[in-house]
């Protein structure tokens, strides 16, 4: 990605809040945001999930898509207050997952709820993508060709991710990829949507940076296997030239308690670490509220950036790490805003 690009908002719809502030108050407490389900998993017992508030009777595509709206509209108010200017022409780019809930068949019919939910004079560019084929870092990189090209002045850019349904939950099963109490390796299910607001930087029109985009990518890569373990570190090489000055002291993954991602998270630190920061703050949420799915990158850059507007600061430069079901990993690395003033 060679576009600078500033965060100017963020909104996150999930099992912990309804915003991007009350999430990242409520994940600093340390305290878990999953229940029981109406689900049960292959031998009949009931499971533990993240649900998201306030989606009770909406199932499959809808829900996903009523996920996705509530996280954008948060986003888009949170910008409105600040320049609402930016607004005027504006991208959506959505990242859905999974295939379970959501098809190629129904992304025309997301996309123009999307496109409404913004409530714009002019109606906005949307791309919906299923993050088995494009996750939200490759959405990031292509927002930043859109702001460059001078094609819009803000790219909303965000993921949404449901694991609602018994078919899911009985997938999850089939693949040992349920959190239980026999397979207490696995991930809990979740449900989560999140949206980050990025313009060019130095185009802010008055709203206050939250967070800069040092850089994005993604790359393809194996899941099991030794060979697994070191595409991410390897990723993290090719975005981060020789001198490039980054030590990033928070590092936010999506792994649950997978020994594969855990080892993979394991190389990342050993083998990367002339761009870590001592000591690390190792942020793994989706342990306490569910799996992140689509939703991981822009949920971690949100917490992150409204974090550091709160006045949390653990380290002034983060790295967002994640992987999706295909094996795509995705990394995107952030710096702390030198200042407060708007640009």
Not at 189 to 206: K, L, M, N, W
Request: hydrophobic share 45%; aromatic share 4%; glycine share 8%.
């Amino acid at each position: 990605m060679t576009t600078a690009l500033s965060i100017v908002a963020a909104g996150i719809w999930s099992p912990a809040g309804r915003s991007a502030a009350e999430v990242a108050r409520i994940l600093r407490t340390g305290l878990p945001a999953v229940r029981s389900a109406p689900f049960s998993d292959g031998s009949g017992a009931p499971i533990t999930m993240g649900v998201a508030p306030d989606l009770a009777r909406l199932e499959g595509p809808e829900r996903l898509t009523s996920l996705a709206v509530r996280a954008l509209r948060s986003c888009s108010s949170e910008l409105a207050m600040s320049a609402p200017s930016l607004s005027r022409r504006a991208a959506v780019l959505l990242a859905l997952s999974p295939l379970e809930l959501v098809t190629h068949a129904d992304v025309p019919r997301v996309s123009t709820t999307l496109g409404r939910a913004l409530e714009l004079d002019s109606t906005p560019q949307v791309v919906v993508s299923l993050d088995k084929e494009r996750a939200a870092a490759d959405l990031l990189c292509s927002a930043g060709e859109l702001l460059q090209r001078g094609e819009v002045d803000v790219a909303f850019v965000g993921g949404a991710h449901s694991d609602w349904g018994q078919a899911r939950i009985r997938a999850l099963a089939e693949r040992r990829d349920l959190y239980t109490n026999e397979d207490p390796t696995a991930a809990f299910p979740g449900e989560h949507a999140a949206f980050i607001a990025v313009v060019r930087s130095g185009r802010t029109r008055g709203a206050l940076p939250l967070a800069t985009v040092v850089t994005a990518g993604a790359a393809e890569g194996p899941t099991e296997g030794a060979e697994a373990w070191g595409v991410a570190s390897e990723l993290l090489h090719a975005l981060l030239p020789n001198g490039l000055d980054v030590r990033a002291g928070w590092l936010f993954g999506d792994m649950a308690f997978d020994p594969a991602t855990l080892r993979e998270h394991g190389a990342l630190l050993t083998r990367a670490t002339e761009y870590l920061a001592a000591p690390h703050l190792l942020d793994y949420p989706a342990q306490r509220i569910g799996a992140l799915g689509a939703a991981a990158v822009p949920f971690g850059a949100a917490l992150i950036g409204t974090s550091w507007r709160m006045g949390r600061v653990p380290s002034p430069s983060a790295m967002v790490v994640a992987r999706n079901e295909a094996g795509r990993r995705s990394i995107v690395v952030l710096r702390q805003p030198d200042d407060s003033r708007a640009e």
